[in-house]
């Protein structure tokens, strides 16, 4: 599957190991997260990085304690209503995970620039739109208005756009 990160097309370096089998002894591997759990141990002592699939009912909190020994974590769009990995997503960027966050499944060009608002920065894509359609999906959004954006090189939200010499008013706290 084609993988999207900064508007290119670039190879998946990554192993996708499966839930039980041999691992390969070096390389970079993604390992769903109930082997990451069972097998602990013995995963850090590999050669090579560590990532993992995380689904959709997993509660990000459970990944507190390991988040800087993971280089990636990938988190499912099983459909395109499905809007659980925008929250573990963003939960995960609270958190401070500052790896890569790759996109999976049902990933949609519409919808490209909700995930880079909460920290997506890799997707893997399908062949069903062309690379064009991606790019152009990118940019169609340059501001938000949702503050504390987790996008490498966000633009400031609405608010601060419009407001960068007005003060809040005191009598509206919501303002400001």
């Not at 002592?45 to 009912?57: P, S, Y």
Request: aromatic fraction near 10%.
């Amino acid at each position: 599957m084609p993988l999207l990160k900064n508007n290119v097309l670039v190879s998946d370096t990554w192993i996708h190991a499966e839930a039980d089998g041999e691992l390969p002894e070096a390389g970079d591997i993604i390992v769903p997260f109930a082997r990451l759990l069972k097998e602990w141990d013995a995963l850090p002592a590999r050669t090579g990085r560590l990532g993992v699939r995380f689904g959709n009912t997993d509660k990000p909190e459970a990944l507190a304690g390991i988040l800087p020994r993971l280089s990636v974590i990938v988190l499912p769009f099983p459909a395109f209503n499905d809007g659980r990995a925008y929250s573990i997503a963003r939960k995960l960027r609270e958190m401070g995970y500052r790896g890569e966050l790759r996109a999976i499944g049902n990933v949609l060009p519409d919808q490209l620039q909700f995930m880079l608002q909460v920290g997506f920065d890799a997707f893997e894509i399908g062949e069903r739109f062309p690379l064009e359609t991606w790019a152009k999906s990118s940019r169609q959004m340059s501001l938000a208005y949702q503050r504390g954006l987790f996008r490498r090189g966000a633009e400031a939200e609405i608010w601060t756009e419009r407001h960068t010499d007005a003060e809040p008013w005191l009598e509206q706290p919501h303002a400001g």
